[in-house]
């Protein structure tokens, strides 16, 4: 968690009012609580898991009065709904988004008195339709902006989420939704929602990175765009995958996700018989146990996602939504974490656990897989597979290497079976992921490289080669 005073135009600090940052390092975003100087916050972009928030909030003797949404998510649930059953807060929103739950619906330049301060809508389209911005002023004087998925720390947010044969249409809006925010004053502070790891982003900087309208002018490529149809260009260039999830959420956000009651969720134990019967009949076993326990023992068919920052996105990608879902852990990993990681992106088909873990199931005799982990140094004259994202490819991969990105490997899986293959990714854990998709499907030859590309381009002196 980080806090920070509102920025200059020198990134200077003033004292009044107090920002809190509250970063999500998996998904690359951020949510803010407004200090309203009497006991009250406005929570700006909170997601369905509140943890952080909460302590924030608490950290600082404040009480969640608002909770605003700068527009209708597509990489995590919301936690306005939540705020209002639980705190009491007044959500406030777009208009335009058509939420069918209670919200003050706000459009362009509509302002709300927050008791000292004042908050102005400024539509901000391109991200999505409904898209506003949040000015906060004192007085006249404008002090910052919550600019969601709109304006970021060096970038803009993505385009492409509400339909394909839009993109080019939203990007145009997003061009003229960013130099609206441009016009404010420079000394004006900029707090983004969407940074870099977020797939609703381009590139940007990373999550908790809070700027100026005065650095963004200065700094930020696509204000510096010669004119509208270079924004688009560049803007547009610069989009990479998404996952699939991300077409569920937005609607979900709008008819208002379901209040969680009570305190954290559990996960229930599962006796191993129980877990293969729920398998033979659909449940997918997700094993977020690290590589190594993974490599050396699994349940066959299991999905590997190590529990880590990223493994909700990961989770979204790659698990089903729409079967059950029954966890194997190790027992030091943090049951409540994986379940807040799954509620977060409306994974609420997790049924359970294996009891005992990976010994449970291997005493009750039930099948286990194991794949081999290669060293780099030991990659010489093998086929490899590079499942990295399009642009970490581009950026530098080994000769030869054939490429997949790892949210597509399911789909060509077959074309994997018949051959051994090396998988390979930054540092191991997206190529489990993949060699344990490849395995599902029947290949009998795969392996993962304990490293990276850069591993191994040292260990056998080798030079990257560069590009699609």
């Known amino acids: 968690m980080q806090h920070c005073r509102l920025l200059s135009k020198r990134r200077a600090f003033v004292d009044d009012p107090l920002v809190s940052v509250v970063p999500d390092a998996g998904l690359g ?18 997601s369905r898991d509140l943890r952080s928030l909460r302590r924030a909030a608490a950290a600082r003797g404040l009480h969640v009065a608002y909770a605003a949404d700068t527009h209708l998510h597509a990489d995590f649930l919301s936690g306005a709904v939540q705020l209002a059953a639980t705190d009491g807060a007044q959500v406030l929103a777009s208009r335009a988004g058509g939420r069918e739950f209670p919200h003050r619906g706000l459009e362009d330049g509509e302002e709300v008195n927050l008791g000292g301060l004042t908050l102005r809508a400024i539509g901000t389209p391109g991200h999505t339709d409904e898209h506003i911005a949040f000015l906060v002023l004192d007085g006249s004087r404008e002090i910052g902006v919550f600019s969601g998925g709109s304006l970021i720390a060096g970038s803009a947010a993505r385009v492409d989420l509400v339909a394909p044969e839009r993109t080019e249409e939203l990007a145009r809006a997003q061009y ?5 925010l441009a016009a404010l004053d420079p000394a004006t502070a900029l707090w983004p929602t969407h940074g870099a790891g977020s797939f609703c982003s381009a590139t940007a900087a990373p999550a908790g990175t809070t700027t100026t309208i005065g650095d963004e002018l200065a700094a930020n490529e696509l204000l510096r765009a010669a004119d509208e149809d270079t924004f688009v260009r560049l803007l547009l260039g610069s989009l990479g995958s998404h996952p699939p999830y991300f077409h569920r959420l937005g609607e979900m956000n709008r008819r208002g996700p379901e209040v969680l009651a009570g305190d954290d969720p559990a996960l229930e134990g599962l006796q191993p018989t129980v877990v293969a019967d729920l398998v033979a009949a659909g449940t997918q076993i997700v094993d977020v146990r690290p590589v190594a326990s993974f490599a050396q023992a699994h349940p066959a068919g299991s999905l590997s996602i190590p529990l880590r920052p990223a493994f909700v996105s990961w989770l979204g990608w790659l698990a089903p939504h729409d079967r059950p879902l029954v966890i194997l852990r190790e027992a030091d990993q943090d049951a409540t974490e994986i379940l807040w990681q799954a509620l977060k992106i409306g994974y609420a088909n997790v049924v359970g656990e294996i009891a005992g873990g990976i010994d449970a199931w291997q005493t009750a005799g039930l099948p286990t897989a194991a794949i081999d982990l290669l060293s780099p140094a030991d990659v010489s004259g093998v086929r490899v ?30 074309e994997y079976a018949d051959s051994p293959v090396v998988v390979m990714c930054g540092h191991g854990e997206r190529a489990m992921s993949a060699a344990s998709l490849l395995a599902r499907a029947g290949a009998t030859d795969v392996r993962v490289l304990d490293g990276g590309p850069d591993n ?12 699609p």
């Open 456 to 467: 191994v381009a040292y260990a056998l002196d080798l030079e990257m080669e560069r590009g």
């Open 176 to 180: 003229h939704s960013l130099h609206r």
């Open 385 to 414: 597979l590079d499942i990295r994202q399009d642009g970490e490819y581009a950026a530098g991969h080994l000769p030869g290497a054939a490429h997949l990105e790892l949210g597509d490997v399911a789909e060509h899986a077959a």
């Open 29 to 46: 975003n951020s949510a803010y609580l407004l200090d309203l100087g009497d006991g009250r916050a406005l929570a700006v972009d909170a």
